[in-house]
């Protein structure tokens, strides 16, 4: 019987337990320091932290001290072609060693183009300029905060002519250049498969297991353009039954991981995400008790 | 094939126009739907993101004009001031002075000094946090010192002078239907400071408005109250600056170095 934890996940990190967290917003601060509901770990955008002081801080300093906190980035563009923001890094920099975060994180994609924000993650193609780009950018990040960081793999609503490289060998590399380990956001697998017709099936069971540190799970949306439906990872419902199922096969084949329920639009009451949260832990949990069966 | 450079100088330069374009870029491959239509994707969630950062620092002025007439004045915002920073903290600073000059808010002189307000109440949210000076002490220290004492303004304090009465006009239009209302023409003094959790506006005189800028360009107190002496509310300005140290307008006191 393969081990029940790959422990791989932890190395360079603090202790998380392999089971869920949830996405922290501004309207659930108060309900969360009141109920102190049984988490895993809380995950924040840096980005939205990036002020001096105020309640923002006063209300991470106050849950820092209940959970492990991750930190997601969305706004460092490692997929730029140009330099990192210096001044971006520096307060990334600042933020984590105030708090110290258990996870740490960025995206496969570019939002930074000649010192203009987008705000967005925007696609990249999958070819050698851009592995080079991103694994300098990522080891450049690493070396800046002084730890292993975590990519998650980009949904996307067009691709590149000339990717040549497939995206699950794409962030498989990535890893294995830059040292980083992956964030599989199972999601996002789901909505690029639609959208671009490919089996996320196929794509995930590429990816090693030891080089999953945390998965995401999401809602996403479908709008009609002409006489198709693009899925658009919104962030904004609970996740889908498709998306379950996918995530109930990968911790079958990876074993447990910290998993994160992100919900960033509409977002519910507390209550909402914590069942999603809950569910997320059941299906890791069944997984460990079918293995103990079978041992 | 592009150079990864080109690519993003291509996609920024579409997500930047203020009409989506009719065609994809070089390679741009999109299953079953046109590559424009793909790309409109892209850009709509960027349009939208800096409008709905907007309206969430903005919220009355958004309400004052209605949303649409407020996403397109936040559209041709972004096109005059892109975010140069990775964090969306601090993006429309540049917004109140943008509408003073936005020609199809002309009829509205008002609605700069509201927005104005809005960033400055943002600004003061986030500004760094600091214990303000006990009052106790600090009344001591001036009945002691008196003239030559120096005081730090708290980081979160803004300062906002506008020819209208602005707060009024901002507190009503933070509900979902506000009531009719004439809009006072005299000018008004603000205060905005956040001592401790909440964000607090507050009116002052026209002498209590030059004392704290004259404070905070580091000016002893003696030579703030002289500066002030000919301003309307001079005669009422010993309550008024203990009103001040009672709102935790002050973190730091020393006595001025002479040269």
Redesign the interface.
């Known amino acids: 019987m393969a081990p029940r934890h790959d422990t791989s996940f932890s190395r360079g990190m603090g202790p998380v337990p392999a089971s869920t967290g949830i996405g922290l917003k501004a309207s659930h601060y108060r309900a969360l320091l009141e109920t102190r509901p049984s988490l895993s770990f809380l995950e924040v955008h840096p980005e939205n932290y990036m002020g001096d002081g105020g309640p923002p801080h006063r209300y991470l300093e106050a849950l820092a001290g209940h959970y492990p906190l991750s930190f997601h980035g969305v706004g460092l563009s490692l997929g730029g072609a140009g330099p990192l923001d210096r001044d971006h890094l520096a307060r990334w920099r600042a933020l984590v060693d105030r708090y110290s975060p258990a996870l740490v994180s960025e995206h496969v994609a570019w939002s930074v183009h000649a010192g203009i924000a987008h705000h967005d993650l925007l696609p990249l193609p999958y070819t050698e300029e851009s592995l080079a780009v991103l694994a300098g950018h990522v080891a450049e990040m690493q070396d800046a905060l002084g730890r292993q960081v975590l990519v998650e793999n980009p949904s996307s609503y067009l691709r590149f002519a000339w990717s040549a490289i497939p995206e699950n060998d794409f962030m498989v590399e990535l890893a294995r250049r830059s040292g980083c380990l992956l964030l599989l956001d199972i999601n996002n697998v789901h909505v690029s498969a639609r959208n671009h017709g490919f089996d996320p099936r196929a794509w995930l069971s590429a990816i090693p297991a030891g080089l999953v540190g945390e998965v995401h799970l999401a809602g996403h949306a479908g709008i009609i353009v002409g006489d198709r439906e693009i899925l658009i990872d919104d962030h904004g419902s609970r996740v889908r039954d498709e998306v379950w199922l996918l995530y109930r096969e990968t911790v079958r084949r990876i074993g447990p991981r910290p998993t994160l329920i992100e919900w960033d639009t509409n977002v519910p009451d507390l209550p909402v995400l914590l069942a999603e949260a809950r569910h997320a832990d059941t299906i890791m949990h069944a997984r460990e008790q079918s293995h103990a069966l079978a041992g | 094939?592009?150079?990864?450079?080109e690519?993003?100088?291509q996609?920024?330069a579409c997500?930047?126009a203020s009409e989506p374009g009719q065609n994809?870029l070089e390679?741009?491959?999109?299953?079953?739907?046109?590559?424009s239509?793909?790309?409109a994707?892209?850009r709509n969630?960027?349009h939208s993101?800096?409008a709905d950062?907007l309206a969430d620092v903005f919220p009355a002025t958004r309400r004052i004009v209605d949303d649409a007439f407020f996403r397109f004045a936040a559209g041709c915002f972004v096109e005059a001031h892109?975010?140069?920073?990775?964090?969306?903290?601090?993006f429309g600073r540049e917004f109140p002075v943008f509408l003073r000059a936005f020609e199809p808010a002309a009829s509205l002189p008002y609605l700069p000094d509201v927005a104005a307000l809005e960033f400055l109440h943002r600004d003061a949210?986030?500004?760094?946090?600091a214990p303000p000076l006990d009052a106790g002490l600090l009344h001591a220290l001036a009945d002691r010192h008196g003239d030559a004492l120096c005081l730090t303004l708290h980081?979160?304090v803004r300062l906002l002078s506008a020819p209208f009465a602005v707060l009024d006009v901002w507190q009503a239009n933070l509900q979902d239907d506000p009531a009719p209302m004439t809009i006072a023409g005299h000018a008004e003094h603000l205060l905005i400071i956040?001592p401790d959790?909440d964000v607090h506006v507050r009116r002052v005189t026209e002498a209590g408005f030059a004392v704290l800028g004259a404070l905070g360009d580091g000016l002893p107190l003696g030579r703030s109250i002289e500066a002030a002496a000919s301003l309307p509310g001079a005669d009422a300005l010993p309550a008024e600056l203990a009103a001040l140290i009672a709102h935790g307008a002050f973190t730091h006191a020393h006595l001025e170095t002479r040269t």
């Open positions: 094939m592009l150079s990864l450079a690519l993003q100088d996609f920024s997500l930047q994809g390679g741009m491959v999109a299953p079953g739907v046109p590559p239509a793909s790309l994707i892209y969630n960027v993101r800096f950062a892109p975010s140069r920073a990775g964090t969306l903290i601090g949210f986030h500004a760094a946090d980081p979160s956040r959790a």
